[in-house]
């Protein structure tokens, strides 16, 4: 998405968080994965499907918390209304709040604390090869920037193998690939009169084809 | 899709805290501790650290560009969002500057939690289409002969800029060298300036 205008000066005292609340909604994000049974990825999936104006609106911090709810509402640990609910009341509403659902975390266990995993097949890939990311367009979770999309580039770097988000993200196994920093010319992702500059991304195996 | 109220993200923000607080779900004082994690103890100082640890030993640079983990590690610095770790050296001639357009993705290890700007939508879709722009408005105008590359961090591998030691600083110790070095020189949206000179 474009046409943000230019980017807001930094303040050169920013606090790390600029608000009381933002303090509580990092930390319940951070915990809403262990109560919610799920994963950094699912997290992640689970900001991605934050409504887009919520999104823009909230801030960092707001869609955190958003997803926080999402993970908690797929879990069934809370009910869809819960935080509704509870923050009219806490307000001094009168609201009838729903009943607490029985939780259904999903059925997930990682093989490894965090997201590298080792991966005993040799890299499709190697340094110097051409390559071109998939024009793929997952209804889920993913990795892969819209605009690398079909573009051609170059491999500059195999990094250590890591577990699949689009997979992981929903509970549909590890899939540990191999990671590779693609490098992108300015011109391939944005047309001959975009500034002149090379841009890398890191790209999981199976987004990736080689160059015909 | 619409709802006919928007309540505000502070108050489901205590909202959800009290649900899960009241079913043991959450343990407050656990809460707390991550946030003074994150406000108190991790924050750029550990990545000023490296840097000047780099520009002073040259022994450790080599380590630090050849395996930015392990050598982030040796410092003690190491956790959440900072299993991998590489690091991009900064030349007069090349200059590196980092960005996660899917989540603001940042190696909390060494600089601790992301600015606002690294967070906004407009340098997350901007700086990687027109980076010489976005850099101009952070002030960093950036000759010609050099040549930008931005590193799009969207897997879990990290990103550390090594910026320039800048000029005049021969005489100065390791600690002093730490306190020039700023967060936005190790994103890459700034030069760590010389003692005593006005950005």
């Known amino acids: 998405m474009q046409g943000f205008g230019p980017v807001a000066a930094p303040p050169t005292d920013e606090p ?44 960092y ?81 993913t990795r892969l920037p819209r605009y690398t999309r079909g573009r051609a580039g170059t491999v500059r770097r195999v990094l250590p193998a890591a577990v699949f988000p689009d997979t992981h993200a929903h509970f549909r196994g590890e899939n540990t690939q191999h990671v590779y920093t693609v490098e992108f010319h300015s011109h391939e992702l944005w047309g001959a009169d975009a500034e002149d ?16 | 899709m619409s709802t006919p109220e928007q309540l505000p993200i502070s108050l489901r923000t205590a909202a959800l805290e009290s649900i899960l607080v009241e079913r043991n779900l959450v343990d407050p004082k656990v809460m707390d501790s991550y946030i003074k994690m994150y406000e108190s103890d991790i924050g750029p100082l550990n990545g000023a650290k490296v840097v000047a640890r780099a520009w002073v030993d040259a022994e450790y640079r080599r380590r630090l560009l050849a395996d930015g983990t392990a050598a982030v590690a040796e410092l003690g610095f190491k956790g959440p969002q900072t299993e991998h770790i ?21 190696p909390w290890a060494v600089l601790g939690l992301p600015p606002s700007w690294y967070k906004d939508p407009a340098y997350r879709s901007r700086v990687v289409r027109e980076p010489r722009a976005v850099l101009h408005e952070f002030g960093l105008d950036l000759g010609d002969d050099v040549e930008i590359r931005v590193a799009d961090s969207v897997s879990e591998c990290r990103y550390l800029v ?38």
């Open chain 1, 197 to 212: 500059f090379l841009l890398s991304v890191d790209l999981y195996d199976e987004y990736l084809e080689p160059l015909a």
């Open chain 2, 86 to 106: 590489s690091v991009l050296e900064n030349t007069p001639t090349v200059h590196h500057v980092v960005v996660c357009t899917l989540c603001s993705c940042y």
């Open chain 1, 61 to 141: 911090y707001g869609r955190w918390l958003r997803g926080a709810e999402n993970l908690l509402v797929d879990s069934a640990i809370i009910a869809p209304r819960a935080v509704d609910a509870r923050a009219r009341n806490l307000r001094g509403g009168q609201v009838d709040e729903p009943a607490t659902p029985a939780p259904h975390r999903p059925d997930y266990r990682p093989s490894a604390p965090g997201s590298l995993r080792s991966l005993d097949t040799a890299p499709r890939f190697a340094p110097g090869d051409a390559v071109r990311a998939r024009d793929l367009h997952p209804t889920g979770h």
């Open chain 2, 162 to 199: 090594l910026p320039q030691r800048p000029p005049g600083t021969d005489g100065l110790t390791e600690e002093q060298l730490t306190t020039l070095v700023t967060r936005d020189a190790m994103v890459g949206t700034a030069r760590v300036a010389a003692p005593g000179s006005v950005i």
């Open chain 1, 16 to 59: 790390v968080f600029a608000e009381e609340w933002q303090r509580r909604a990092f930390a319940l994000a951070l915990l809403s994965m262990r109560v919610s049974g799920t994963n950094l990825d699912a997290f992640r999936h689970a900001v991605d499907r934050v409504r887009p104006l919520d999104y823009l609106a909230d801030g």
